[in-house]
T-cell receptor, first 113, second 113 residues
Framework: EAQVTQNPRYLITVTGKKLTVTCSQNMNHEYMSWYRQDPGLGLRQIYYSMNVEVTDKGDVPEGYKVSRKEKRNFPLILESPSPNQTSLYFC????????????FGPGTRLTVL | AQSVAQPEDQVNVAEGNPLTVKCTYSVSGNPYLFWYVQYPNRGLQFLLKYITGDNLVKGSYGFEAEFNKSQTSFHLKKPSALVSDSALYFCAARGGSARQLTFGSGTQLTVLP
């Protein structure tokens, strides 16, 4: 089954404790992206990757890091989480950009205390 | 910069009545336009997209969307709403060769029995 998986689905942590949210896709997609969803703000892009070893900042990259060492994986790293990073996070992938629709993971709900 | 506006946070409609969820966009170049739906505790699911050609695009679950170039709009429609259509709907746009997909803030659709 074609899918995007994220882990963990739920996470409660404390300020300053480094964490990683994993994302993996099995569709051989070149393009991957991370979004955060906040009430009234829709989805805002954090980082995206056009291919292996090619990453770029989205609209809200501060406080986040990513890496793309393999085509299928695109982890999101919060090295020192803060309460304002409490949000619902989605990973997505697509076959390149342009007219191709993105496939979304199930989401990770993060709470930073 | 790209932008997408969904002017209604909430749309209520009676079951069996037609529904419209509004979206306007601003992008550079030819637009690629998308509608996604999000059910509670789920990721976003692709509904339909406009690339080029016919202004009326048909998608999943009986939904369709009308592209209007002069009004830069891409409104989502369905002739007869179902209670099961109740969900959060997102419009998204990408212009020409842009690498990023920009989302609107979302519209909560409630279909009343």
């Amino acid at each position: 089954e074609a899918q995007v998986t994220q882990n963990p689905r739920y996470l409660i942590t404390v300020t300053g404790k480094k964490l990683t949210v994993t994302c993996s896709q099995n569709m051989n997609h070149e393009y991957m992206s991370w979004y955060r969803q906040d009430p009234g703000l829709g989805l805002r892009q954090i980082y995206y990757s056009m291919n292996v070893e090619v990453t770029d900042k989205g609209d809200v990259p501060e406080g986040y890091k990513v890496s793309r060492k393999e085509k299928r994986n695109f982890p999101l790293i919060l090295e020192s989480p803060s309460p304002n990073q409490t949000s619902l996070y989605f990973c997505a992938s697509s076959q390149r950009t342009g007219a191709n629709e993105q496939f979304f993971g199930p989401g990770t709900r993060l709470t930073v205390l | 910069a790209q932008s997408v506006a969904q002017p209604e946070d909430q749309v209520n409609v009676a079951e069996g009545n037609p529904l419209t969820v509004k979206c306007t966009y601003s992008v550079s170049g030819n637009p690629y336009l998308f509608w996604y739906v999000q059910y509670p505790n789920r990721g976003l699911q692709f509904l339909l997209k406009y690339i080029t050609g016919d202004n009326l695009v048909k998608g999943s679950y009986g939904f369709e969307a009308e592209f209007n170039k002069s009004q830069t709009s891409f409104h989502l429609k369905k002739p007869s709403a179902l209670v099961s259509d109740s969900a959060l709907y997102f419009c998204a746009a990408r212009g020409g060769s842009a690498r990023q997909l920009t989302f609107g803030s979302g519209t909560q659709l409630t279909v009343l029995p």
